[in-house]
């Protein structure tokens, strides 16, 4: 049993994305209550993994019977287990949703045989994908669970109609542009080691001599990789992405898709190519990349004046940060990324899915109309108060923890690139500071505008403005999460998996350097910066 | 002497914490809501002085630490310092609160609710700064104060109210994050450390980055404690309503920045260390800058608040001065001001406060005459203003007096002639309010609270006293009494003077015996 | 070699429109160009001289003369990312109809304008 719950993972949610859409064509009900079961699953699974590789032993499935370096091998480590357990759990969160998106007065068009359970059915491959990338130990395998999960989010994208088709066929431009880019680099990668196996490509690499060919497989990966991330600057197509498509789907890809990508990125350069001296140096460029991403991002976020497109921007910041402590690489670096990773998830998907329901079932997506949100809907705003807290780094919510574990990883890190990540963290506060607290500040002490919706609606009353049950629970349970993450970060962070950093191979770079050398010399790391 | 480790310091941080969810409840029975706060107020007080006996001894009771990540923990500690900052804050927390429930429904301000469950979260962060026994923990209850009087500054939610509270949050959240960044360093130079008496940084780091290091600290902290050029949110701050003020002044934020700035000085660095890195004479520089540039500013400002806000920027630099000066004198007079500021600047804004319930007014030049019907008021009102100008009998003459002496000690002569410059600068900004209110004008006519425009037949035939309700004119005349005696008897009740002298003590070094310095020579 | 300077031709010239052309099919044909050149990269990169097709005719005592076949692996890789070439463009042609259907036009710069 231990064995087969990594091919259960992926299969079950595969299965279900079949069998969902045929129940609802054959029954017309039940789909949607059959999804949430297998959500359920799913999720069960994932957590039991979780807990089963808490001991340091990772578990491994051999498909179709074929161990690696032949076979695909599925393997769920402290660390995919982590990132299984975050996407099995956001996508509960978004799969009771109605995931066709259809804002208030845009409905109608033709009805299909299958009803909404088409969707639920797609909703269920795009986590069969993402554990999928999560779970492989083979490149080629990690591409089709790429190309799969891709698909099903451009799907559930378009499904919103309107001005998210546009959206979504950019997005699919893009992806499919980081799908090739990714494949060209693994058939670099493959013709030069004759091997897909993650496991097996270091020690294939450590004979083959660098040259240019492993050089450009590796920068094509690591661009794929970025352009899937949404770091700076291949950010492009995500801020239209996440304002256009429906609540359920913007908050289930914001908070786990982009960083599915950042996870393959930081196996695939921190763990599989780490001693190859191109990787090495695609991590430095990642580095400063993510800085860049991040001031950015936060930048832009000031600049918008529509809810989702500020979120957005700010996710694009939020993706240079963890970028960044996936370049430093550390141990401790990789368990504030993860830590971030989290809190990011929790504290975004709750404040996407309350933005969403705001501006898809009432029309208020604009920051001044949130305007005297807490006089109508104090749930909902105390919680996007807590995510705006996470997502700034107040204590004590978990986005506190995880910034202050960032810092402590740049500033260890040090040099020049250490140091000006760990301004740019301390920037990028700042700047979420700026944006959100814009936010805070209509929705708490702003009286709504006469005549807008908020200003008629009664305080109380059966006529008063409620959003839908499922979204309440999921707002509600994710700013509670995010609180929890806060009050017990030292039972979560003893929960992330700790960092398996291998020896460097070839020469390291600047950064690498400089991190070894802070083993060295434990202790005291921050001295040799300023001297 | 070993640290007794105990849960009592908790019980002074909680009752505010988790009176904020009933006072949230209780929305419909303001009396019942107010009770709520009161009886935290009460706890948090008792726990407070529950601690006194084990700190005067010399032992601080310490809570177990609370992990929160590897090598960083939540402590609490009650040492003479963080008890005399907490003390005054739950006696003035009270105050406050007696004082908010006449000044809120006098003026009929909505949103009473959200109001004292903010202030109960502000003192609760308050006593936990206070407490607090590492940096970590500081920090934390030092954004968790910003964030929860944000919704008190704001709260009358005008738009000059909201731009001011932008300006506040600019300055806070900028300070905290510099704060996070120079904690974040620390920890790397000396991981777990706590805060130690005479600071534990010597010989960390090369002298240039603890420069760099002092100067992250000095703005994350020295912003809430409105040192120049870092003190335009307090001013700006003035738009919220006076008790809120007077949390802001005398019980939380500034006050919590000065104690920060202490612990800084005396725990972090130590003064041995500042005067070896050349911070301490810049930083008795600055403060001793911010105390002239303040007390100067104050006299250009007819706006009665904003005039005492400036009065605070110029009063609270004397406990950065002390901090900065690090003899033992100094420290315990800046230690000794904490509280003696603490009454004198409530009673103050109390007066302030009171004036504008029962008229409207809040600009000096419109006070003529108000001091012979609202004699309690301005009584109350002398004794504070006289306190600050350092009149002898009264606690800011014990402050500024061993502050001087530690100048002295030190070498800086130049302080004892600061502080008479600002003493008579002090009597130059307060005399002219005393002197319009009792000597010019013609009295206002009793008006209903809060309203400002007069009809003839409210005219009273005579004037009369119009001293407004018990809850506004008990408060101010407590706070004046606790300050008058406290300048008499420094060590009646809790002990302030017995408080700051140990923890003056304890940082220079161990049992130097105060009060032999008097008579005897220099302690350098 | 030639061959690996055709692939990386058709790469960019894929990557190139797909970033250039103003109409949404285009660049959707574009897309297609591109992913052809990385299929052609394995299947180039598994052709070796003088081997034949890997269907074993007979195996002696001494094994499999493993220098006589061509690799198999690649060309089943690339059967994989045909069938998911195929449904993207699927995918993406139903989103251009819809698209087509509601704003009238396939053009970039006038979509985007209806974004803003």
Redesign the interface.
């Known amino acids: 049993m231990r064995e087969s719950l990594p091919g259960l993972l992926v299969a079950v949610p595969l299965a279900g994305a079949a069998l969902v859409p045929l129940i609802g064509a054959l029954f017309r009900r039940g789909a949607r209550e059959t999804a949430l079961v297998l959500h359920a699953g799913v999720f069960a699974i994932a957590l039991a993994l979780f807990a089963l590789v808490q001991d340091g032993a990772p578990i491994a499935y051999a498909m179709g019977g074929w161990p690696g370096p032949w076979g695909i091998e599925l393997r769920l480590d402290g660390l995919s287990a982590l990132m299984a357990l975050l996407t099995a759990g956001m996508a509960c969160f978004a799969a009771p949703l109605d995931l066709s998106g259809r804002r208030s007065g845009a409905a109608g068009g033709r009805t299909s045989p299958f009803g909404d359970s088409l969707l639920r059915g797609v909703l269920l491959l795009l986590l069969a994908g993402l554990l999928g990338i999560v779970a492989t130990r083979d490149l ?1 395998n990690l ?2 669970f790429m ?1 799969i999960s891709s ?1 099903a989010a ?2 559930l994208i ?1 499904a919103g ?3 998210a ?5 950019r997005y ?2 893009a992806g ?2 980081a ?2 880019l990714y ?2 680099g693994v ?1 670099f990668l ?2 030069l080691t ?1 091997t897909l196996n993650m496991d097996d490509l270091p020690v294939q690499l450590a004979a083959a001599a660098p040259g240019a060919a492993l050089a450009t497989g590796v920068t094509l990966i690591a661009i794929g990789l970025s352009i899937k991330a949404a770091l700076f600057p291949l950010h492009g197509w995500l801020p ?1 992405v996440y304002v ?1 498509a429906p609540t359920a789907t913007t908050g289930f890809i914001a908070a786990v898709m982009a960083k599915v990508s950042a996870y393959a990125l930081l196996r695939l350069l921190g763990e599989t190519l780490f001693g190859v001296e191109a990787g090495a140096f695609v991590l430095d460029v990642l580095l400063w990349l993510g800085i860049g991403g991040v001031l950015v991002g936060g930048a832009l976020a000031i600049a918008q004046t529509d809810v989702a497109r500020m979120l957005a921007w700010s996710s694009i910041s939020a993706m240079g940060t963890i970028l960044i402590a996936v370049a430093v690489g550390s141990e401790l670096a990789v368990t504030a990324a993860l830590f971030h990773v989290v809190a990011h998830a929790l504290a975004k998907g709750c404040f996407f899915f309350a933005a969403g329901a705001l501006a898809g079932g009432l029309g208020l997506s604009r920051v001044q109309s949130w305007a005297g949100l807490a006089s109508r809907l104090p749930g909902t705003a105390v919680a996007v108060t807590v995510a705006a ?1 996470s997502l700034i ?4 919510v978990a986005g ?2 995880s ?3 960032l ?2 990883a740049t ?2 890190a040090g040099g020049a690139a250490g140091a000006a990540a ?1 301004a740019a963290l ?1 920037a990028s ?2 700047l979420a ?1 700026v944006y959100l ?1 814009r936010v805070l ?1 209509a929705v ?4 709504p505008a006469q005549g807008s919706l908020l200003a008629e609606a009664p305080r109380t009353g059966p006529e008063r403005l409620r959003l839908p049950r499922p979204l309440v629970f999921a707002v509600g349970a994710l700013a509670a999460l995010t609180l929890a993450g806060g009050l017990f ?2 039972a979560v ?1 003893r929960r992330l998996p700790r960092w398996p950093l291998p020896e460097p191979v070839g020469a390291a770079s600047d950064l690498s350097r400089l991190d070894s050398a802070r083993q060295e010399g434990a ?5 040799r ?3 | 002497m070993t640290d007794p480790v105990s849960l009592r310091p908790f019980a002074a941080l909680l009752p505010g914490i988790v009176a904020a969810l009933p006072i949230l409840l209780c929305r419909r029975r303001p009396n019942l809501r107010e009770g709520v706060t009161f009886l935290a107020g009460a706890v948090q007080l008792a726990a407070a002085v529950s601690m006194l006996p084990a700190t005067l001894d010399g032992a601080a009771v310490t809570t177990p630490e609370i992990a929160l990540l590897p090598g960083v923990a939540l402590q609490f500690r009650a040492d003479a310092l963080g008890l005399l900052f907490l003390i005054l804050s739950s006696v003035l927390w009270l105050a406050t609160s007696a004082y908010s429930v006449g000044y809120m429904r006098s003026l009929k301000y909505g949103h009473q609710t959200g109001y004292f469950a903010a202030f109960a979260v502000a003192a609760a962060s308050a006593a936990g700064i206070a407490l607090a026994a590492n940096l970590v923990t500081f920090l934390i209850c030092y954004e968790i104060l910003t964030v929860s009087t944000w919704p008190l500054v704001l709260h009358l939610r005008k738009p000059r109210v909201l731009a001011s509270g932008r300006a506040y949050l600019a300055y806070t959240l900028f300070a905290g994050q510099l704060l996070l960044g120079a904690v974040v360093w620390t920890a790397a130079l000396a991981p777990g450390a706590g805060f130690t008496p005479g600071g534990f940084l010597a010989g960390s780091a090369s002298d240039g980055a603890l420069r760099v290091l002092f100067v992250l600290f000095l703005v994350g902290v020295g912003a809430k404690a409105a040192v120049f050029p870092l003190h335009g949110w307090l001013p700006a701050a003035m738009v919220a309503p006076t008790p809120v003020s007077a949390l802001l002044h005398a019980v939380a934020v500034v006050k919590a920045g000065a104690f920060g700035m202490l612990r800084i000085t005396g725990w972090v660095f130590g003064p041995d260390l500042m005067w070896a890195l050349d911070l301490a004479l810049p930083l008795a520089l600055l403060a001793g800058g911010t105390i002239l540039f303040a007390s100067l500013r104050a006299m250009t400002e007819d706006h009665l608040k904003r005039r005492l806000a400036y009065s605070t920027v110029s009063q609270l630099s004397y406990i950065v001065l002390g901090g900065a000066i690090g003899s033992p004198l100094a420290l315990a007079g800046a230690a000794f001001h904490i509280a003696a500021h603490g009454f004198l600047k409530i009673t103050l804004f109390f007066c302030a406060g009171s004036v504008y319930a029962a008229t409207g007014k809040d600009r000096i030049s419109q006070l003529g005459g108000l001091g012979r019907i609202m004699p309690i008021t301005f009584a109350a009102f002398a004794v504070g203003a006289l306190g600050m100008a350092g009149f002898p009998f009264l606690p800011g003459f014990l402050s500024k007096w061993n502050l001087g002496l530690g100048g002295m000690d030190s070498g800086q002569h130049w302080v004892a002639a600061l502080l008479a410059t600002s003493g008579a600068l002090n009597l130059a900004y307060y005399f002219p309010v005393l002197k319009t209110a009792v000597f010019e004008g013609s009295p206002a006519p009793r008006l209903p609270y809060g309203r400002t425009i007069v009809r003839a037949e409210e005219l009273p035939p005579r004037p009369r006293l119009i001293e407004p309700t018990p809850w506004l004119w008990a408060p101010p005349v407590f706070a004046a009494a606790a300050a008058l005696v406290l300048g008499l008897f420094p060590d009646f009740g809790p002990g302030f003077w017995s408080l700051a002298e140990a923890a003056a003590a304890s940082v220079t070094d161990g049992a130097r015996d105060l009060t032999a310095l008097y008579r005897g020579g220099p302690s350098r | 070699m030639t061959v690996y300077l055709f692939i990386v031709a058709l790469f960019i010239l894929g990557l190139g429109g797909m970033s250039l052309l103003p109409n949404l099919l285009r660049k959707l044909l574009a897309m297609n160009v591109m992913q052809v050149a990385v299929i052609v990269f394995f299947l180039a990169a598994a052709f070796k001289d003088g081997a034949s097709v890997p269907i074993l005719a007979e195996s002696g005592p001494e094994g499999i003369a493993a220098e006589g076949y061509m690799n198999p692996l690649p060309h089943t890789l690339m059967l994989t990312a045909i069938v998911v070439s195929v449904s993207t463009t699927g995918l993406a042609l139903g989103i251009l109809i819809r698209i087509r259907r509601r704003f009238d036009t396939l053009n970039e710069v006038s979509l985007l304008r209806r974004l803003r």
């Open positions: 080629f591409f089709v190309e698909l451009y799907t378009a109609g309107g001005k088709t546009i959206a979504a066929f699919l431009l499919t542009a799908g090739s494949l060209f058939g493959y013709a004759g239209d256009f807290f780094g107040l204590p004590p506190f923890f910034k202050y574990l810092l402590a500033w260890n760990f301390i506060s700042l500071a607290f500040e708490w002490f702003r009286s970060a030292a962070e202790g005291t790391p921050g001295r910066v300023l001297r």
